[in-house]
């Protein structure tokens, strides 16, 4: 079964908190993306990485973090410098960081801070 | 900067109708759009896509016409059922540039 997952589906945080959302892929693509996206808006680009152990800043990265120590895992830290977290986060993969390349996304991750 | 932007946020047919969902962009260079449909608290799901030496591309039920004149981009949905009921977005991209531009979607209402 072949694809992109997100975990955990739901998660709240308390304000001051630094919190990691998961995201893995068994595609074997070597690009991976963060999005974030809030009500009535696209898709806004966090972080996006071409390859293992190198990633890049998107639009908003500010108050946000990324690794790519393996191909299958990208890892998005959301921090507390982060000053409206609460959102709707998609990770997406695609063959190579070419915009031609179709991007997959997972199933998102809506974080809400109490 | 690049935009891309919706002329209708909200757009409500029968089913059975053919609904045609429009998008506009403001980069001229951009040679890459993609449409994705995007179901309640659900990631977006790859549609179709067109480059910009292609006027139309017709996938299943679907249609994608460009534009490039006025800018513009639409999607055609024949025949359409109440699984369509979904938000749409456009993207843009262009050879080099390695992020693509969202537009805010649109919202397909399908009413039995």
């Known amino acids: 079964d072949g694809g992109i997952t997100q975990s955990p589906k739901y998660l709240f945080r308390k304000e001051g908190q630094n919190v990691t959302l998961s995201c893995e892929q068994n595609l074997n693509h070597d690009a991976m993306y963060w999005y974030r996206q809030d009500p009535g808006q696209g898709l806004r680009l966090i972080y996006y990485s071409q390859i293992v152990n190198d990633f890049q800043k998107g639009d908003i990265a500010e108050g946000y973090s990324v690794s790519r120590e393996k191909k299958e895992s990208f890892p998005l830290t959301v921090t507390s410098a982060q000053k409206n977290p609460t959102a709707f986060y998609l990770c997406a993969s695609a063959d190579s960081a070419s915009p031609t390349d179709t991007q997959y996304f997972g199933p998102g991750t809506r974080l809400t801070v109490l | ?112």
Request: aromatic share 10%.
């Open chain 2, 1 to 112: 900067g690049e935009s891309v932007g919706l002329h209708l946020p909200t757009l409500s047919v029968q089913e059975g109708d053919n609904s045609i969902i429009n998008c506009a962009y403001s980069n001229s260079a951009s040679d890459y759009f993609i449409w994705y449909k995007q179901e309640s608290g659900k990631g977006p799901q790859f549609i179709i896509d067109i480059r910009s030496n292609m006027d139309k591309r017709q996938g299943q039920r679907v249609t994608v016409l460009l534009n490039k004149t006025v800018k513009h981009l639409s999607l055609q949905i024949a025949a359409t059922q109440p699984g369509d009921s979904a938000v749409y977005f456009c993207a843009e991209s262009y050879l080099g540039f390695q992020k693509l531009v969202f537009g805010t979607g649109t919202r397909l209402l399908v009413s039995p």
